[in-house]
């Protein structure tokens, strides 16, 4: 170093530094000459370190500077060995009797980065104000310069020549490998350009940051990118090459994806080391790279002109480029003839879509229509019951406290207060199309049934079906056979009279029906166990409701083949049969229980109530639940019903 080129004002020398006295604080230049890693610590505030040596010519074996810092950004950016850092306010202490320097609470620093072929860059603390001066500029250029003199002569062990990466004192000992030579759940370094990056996610318990690198040898398990398809984009970024089965995707996670965000650069070329070959979710190829126990960055900058690896990949580079130029006519006359193909295919599906759009908007009139006329048809229905529904007589209203309850049913809201059924379908609001939504407790006996038989009290609703539409009403009466694979669910319905004589038709369907029963819909055509199950669980609700109505209806069937002769002849026996049966139901009643009655021989006993109202019986009172619900039409008006909700037998 030339004389005229003195220690600038207020700077101390290393060798002087390195002599000073504990705690003592001090500014100091120096070059760069090795490079830790930086990585966060483990215990206590987790701070982000890293170790500098440097030297100048009165320390040429150097000093240690060891930093604490609570951001990353905040050590310094040390980009290659022979960077030139201004370090002040470093406190003066020694390590194993070897003199080191601290950095402090107010240190601060200033790099001159050298850069192969260019301007030195200058970087500094992100809160530093400071900046080179004219003595600071003259003292480094001599500095720098008396070190490359130094480093002919000596060629000390460990260093780098002068613009050429950092090369980290715990760097790997791994050989370096090509993407082509990767193979899944191994362990590789390689070196690479840095095509895209991507910040990843950070969270409190994760930080990644994703990195697509390529060093131009291909590998049939990474993913192919083609030019003019995948709309040329990767992550919603515009994709410029390598095309095909060229670039790994790495992800770095922990302490590597919180440096990545600072360090890396789209462009550069870098060394990666322990990446993890692994299959992702799609079957390709990817990198992972995971900090290790001690917090160790696993990447570094390299020079473009100034590592022979490098070269080598900017050599496969040129090549990779040479191909694809001589094969692009080829490949562009490949997607015109692919485009077009897939043009004509679009209008063949458009026609298709456009024919199968017309066909549901044709089906979905008939449906409307259809779906009017059911309504018409249910309308007259409702007139025809209300008509046959007995005028009601409040004087006969029944008395909750003076009935014996059917101790076999019970609700989940045994104590709420019981509202009649009459109040239960008044309109709310005076509108009867619209419904409340809610759910009641009453008390109501079982007069009749649907579907007549108990094998249809099951059907087959596709599960895609049930999805979209868990409300849809489905025809109790229908049964179809279809395919087994699809699900069986309950539905049927009971007519109900409450204790105000008033009737409603109350569904039970799937899960209400199931805790109902305690059974899980089957085929019941075929499942005679669960048929017999089904039919033993419903006589303790209806008592023998079921076994008069299925009398009922055999000797409906028997009446069409009979002549009216042999009708006469029986009914005067039947009249007998039907005097005592009126006595022995009212005794039974009176008490609470069933009435089970004989049909072995005719079928015909009759229960003493009026036979146009009470056609197959009674079943003694229950405590019960319902839920009200309204199904949508498609006019946007509504039709009010009730479902069972909360009640089991047994």
């Given amino acids: 170093m030339n004389p005229e ?31 830790q890693e930086p990585f966060q610590t483990q215990r206590g505030a987790r701070d982000w370190t890293c170790t500098i040596t440097i030297c100048d010519k009165s320390l040429p074996t150097g000093i240690k500077a060891r930093f604490f810092q609570k951001q990353f950004d905040h050590l310094p950016a040390v980009s290659n060995v022979g960077d030139v850092f201004i370090l002040t306010s470093m406190k003066v202490s020694s390590f194993k009797g070897e003199p080191v320097l601290l950095s402090t609470f107010g240190f601060s620093w200033v790099g001159n980065i050298i850069r192969q072929g260019q301007k030195p860059l200058i970087k500094k603390h992100p809160t530093s104000s400071s900046s080179f001066t004219i003595q600071d500029n003259n003292y480094i250029t001599h500095l720098r310069s008396w070190w490359v003199i130094y480093l002919k002569d000596k060629n000390p062990t460990g260093s780098s020549a002068v613009g050429g990466s950092v090369v980290s004192s715990g760097g790997s000992r791994r050989k370096m490998e090509l993407v082509k030579n990767m193979k899944l759940d191994t362990y590789y370094d390689m070196v690479g350009y840095v095509i895209k990056t991507f910040p990843g996610v950070t969270t409190e318990e994760f930080d990644n940051y994703t990195v697509y690198i390529t060093d131009y040898t291909s590998n049939p398990m990474l993913y192919d990118y083609k030019m003019g398809e995948d709309n040329g984009e990767v992550q919603g970024t515009k994709w410029n090459g390598p095309w095909g089965k060229y670039t790994l995707q790495v992800t770095l996670w922990d302490n590597n994806a919180a440096a990545a965000r600072q360090l890396l650069q789209e462009g550069s070329y870098i060394q990666i080391t322990n990446i993890r070959a692994r299959k992702n979710r799609d079957g390709n190829l990817e990198g992972w790279v995971h900090g290790d126990a001690r917090g160790n960055v ?37 997607l015109k003839r692919k485009r077009e193909e897939e043009r004509k295919q679009r209008e063949l599906e458009e026609l298709a879509e456009r024919e199968e759009r017309e066909e549901r908007e044709e089906l979905a009139a008939a449906e409307a229509a259809k779906e009017e006329e059911l309504k018409k048809e249910q309308q007259e229905l409702d007139k025809k019951e209300k008509r046959k529904e007995p005028k009601k007589d ?3 209203e029944v008395d909750e406290q003076k009935i014996v309850k059917n101790p076999s049913v019970r609700c989940y809201r045994p104590n709420h207060t019981t509202t009649l059924i009459g109040e239960i379908k008044k309109p709310a609001d005076g509108d009867i199309e619209s419904y409340r939504n809610k759910k009641y407790r009453t008390v109501c006996r079982i007069i009749d049934f649907m579907p007549e038989r108990l094998e249809d009290f099951t059907r087959v609703v596709e599960d895609d079906q049930m999805n979209q539409d868990p409300d849809k009403e489905y025809d109790i009466d229908r049964h179809n056979g279809v395919d087994q694979s699809e699900r069986w669910i309950w539905r049927f319905a009971l007519l109900v009279e409450g204790l105000d004589g008033e009737l409603m038709q109350v569904i039970v369907d799937s899960g209400d029906a199931e805790h109902l029963l305690k059974l899980t819909a089957t085929d019941l055509r075929k499942d005679d166990a669960t048929l017999t199950r089904l039919r033993e669980v419903l006589m303790l609700m209806w008592d023998d409701v079921e076994q008069r109505k299925t009398a009922a209806l055999e000797k409906a069937i028997e009446q069409k083949q009979v002549p009216q002769a042999d009708k006469d002849a029986a009914a005067a026996t039947k009249k007998r ?31 003493s109530e009026d036979l146009e109202k009470y056609p197959y019986g009674t079943s003694r009172y229950f405590d019960c639940c319902l839920m009200e619900y309204g199904v949508p039409l498609k006019n946007e008006a509504w039709i009010r019903r009730w479902k069972l909700h909360g009640t089991t037998v047994g």
Wanted: aromatic share 8%; hydrophobic share 30%.
């Fill in 298 to 334: 696993n990447f570094y900058a390299l020079d473009e002109k100034g590592d022979s690896r490098v070269m080598e990949l900017v050599a496969r580079s040129k090549e990779y480029a040479r191909k694809f130029s001589d094969n692009l006519p080829a490949y562009k006359a490949h």
């Fill in 577 to 607: 049969k039907r005097q005592l049966s009126r006595k022995k139901a009212k005794k039974a009643r009176q008490n609470g229980k069933p009435i089970i009655r004989d049909h072995s021989s005719d079928g015909e006993d009759e229960p």
């Fill in 5 to 35: 080129t003195p220690l600038p004002r207020g700077y101390t020398s290393l060798a002087a530094a390195s002599r000073s006295a504990a705690n003592s604080f001090v500014d100091v230049i120096g070059v760069v000459i090795d490079w």
């Fill in 394 to 396: 409040h004087k006969k």
